[in-house]
């Protein structure tokens, strides 16, 4: 169904939808998932930047303690 819908038909779809929501509502709704994919990307680098927090505490100092070596 969506294979047969060429230039034209999206045109008339843009055309019907900047109708019946006015170009105020249609630039209102784009900032809007503007910032929703802003703060998306945010999420994302605040989880990895966890994990790689994370990975680089366990893998710190892996020396063994002053008591390991006054016994040999």
Same mark, same amino acid.
């Given at each position: 169904m969506l294979n047969n819908i060429g230039l034209p038909g %999206? %045109? /008339?779809i843009a055309v019907?939808?900047?109708? /019946?929501? =006015?170009?105020?509502?249609i630039s209102s709704l784009? #900032? *809007?998932? #503007?910032? =929703?994919i802003t703060?998306?990307?945010?999420g994302v680098? *605040? #989880?990895?930047k966890e994990l790689e927090d994370q990975a680089a505490e366990s893998a710190? +100092?892996?020396t063994p303690a002053e008591? +390991?070596? +006054?016994?040999?």
């Open positions: %999206l %045109l /008339l019907v939808v900047l109708v /019946l929501f =006015g170009r105020g509502k784009m #900032g *809007e998932v #503007g910032k =929703g703060a998306f990307k945010k680098n *605040e #989880g990895t710190k +100092d892996v008591e +390991d070596k +006054d016994k040999a």
